[in-house]
């Protein structure tokens, strides 16, 4: 049977979700995300540029008929600032399935957790299905699981970091308990980290920066991509025990130059 | 087309002559399918951009996507 995992009732094959910022152009942008497989990708809001209205827009290159789109709060450090956000969101492409996150100050935009859980419980009311970003907390993660978030989503590292997984054990934690699926957002710098977080037993994993600040984002995007399977394929098939002495693999018995 | 009057788009004082939101979204030239906007903290469906008048004072925030983590 085909591995997929299903978020708010939608089912994906690809377990790797890719932000679409900070690239070098739209035609990047959409080359890169196309390698990596990806069939959801995080979008952000902002205010139209009024004086040139004609100017080339993200979804003329990411068509939100191809792709999932998941509509952020990047940016947002308020609870009220994340819900206009997403509810503007809503209105422009009709989409329910949102990532929240409400940030800390720099240099760090570590998650504000009180301003998280402020603005999931007014989403919630307001029939959104937030998949979350949060701390790599497994108190405040069972808690927006309780509280209705469709996906717990723990930093691996500071945003843009590319610092990979800081506290595998805490994601490792949090996945264990969760009922919904938990995915690392954050700090993703290179193939290892990703296959990493998969083999923690994470659902998915999202990422944007590992491709954007490559030195080829194509290329980064096709090595995510086979990491992210090699992860999931490994967490699947169980790793050996770790050993702290050697264990030879080759027979010890039929050795040349020895006395029978 | 009417007097203009004073409104707040997108953070910025600026004169527009349309009277509902549907005029102001044609004179500034946007394609209505891939924005959204808010009025006053409150979201403007669609379906009432040409019922939605614009009076003076007005805030407005004029959204749509663009590339994001």
Same mark, same amino acid.
């Given at each position: ?72 709060? !990047? &940016?947002?450090? /308020? %609870?009220? +600032? $994340?819900?206009?956000?997403?509810? #503007?969101?809503?209105? =422009?492409?009709g989409w329910n399935l949102v990532k929240l996150e409400v940030l800390g100050p720099p240099p760090f935009l570590y998650p504000d957790m009180a301003g998280t859980f402020e603005a999931a419980a007014a989403l919630i009311a307001d ?58 957002? !954050? &700090?993703?710098? /290179? %193939?290892? +980290? $990703?296959?990493?977080?998969?083999? #923690?037993?994470?659902? =998915? ?56 | ?69």
């Open positions: 049977m085909e591995d997929s995992w299903e978020v708010a009732g939608r089912r994906f094959s690809s377990r790797l979700i890719v932000g679409t910022g900070r690239y070098k152009s739209l035609e990047e942008t959409a080359a890169s995300i196309e390698a990596s497989g990806a069939e959801i990708v995080t979008v952000a809001v902002r205010r139209v540029n009024i004086a040139d209205p004609n100017a080339p827009m993200l979804q003329d290159f990411v068509p939100p008929t191809k792709y999932t789109y998941l509509p952020n709060t !990047a &940016g947002c450090h /308020t %609870a009220k +600032d $994340a819900v206009r956000t997403l509810r #503007l969101a809503r209105e =422009a492409g029939n959104f299905e937030v998949m979350v970003y949060c701390a790599d907390d497994p108190v405040a993660a069972k808690r927006l699981e309780e509280m209705g978030c469709v996906a717990i989503m723990p930093l691996g590292g500071p945003i843009g970091s590319g610092l990979g997984v800081a506290n595998p054990y805490m994601i490792r934690a949090i996945k264990q308990q969760a009922k919904v699926p938990v995915l690392v957002d !954050a &700090g993703i710098g /290179t %193939a290892s +980290d $990703a296959a990493f977080a998969m083999e #923690l037993g994470c659902d =998915a994993v999202l990422l944007n920066s590992a491709l954007a600040h490559a030195q080829d984002p194509v290329g980064m995007a096709v090595a995510m991509k086979h990491a992210v399977i090699a992860g999931r394929a490994a967490y699947l098939a169980g790793r050996m025990p770790r050993n702290y002495e050697a264990n030879p693999s080759s027979p010890t018995s039929g050795l040349i130059g020895r006395a029978g | 087309m009417r007097m203009p009057i004073a409104i707040t788009l997108n953070g910025e004082r600026r004169e527009v002559r349309a009277a509902s939101v549907a005029e102001l979204l044609a004179e500034i030239g946007l394609d209505t399918r891939k924005v959204a906007v808010e009025l006053n903290e409150e979201i403007v469906p669609r379906s009432t951009y040409a019922a939605q008048a614009l009076t003076g004072g007005d805030q407005l925030e004029i959204v749509h996507f663009i590339g994001g983590g």
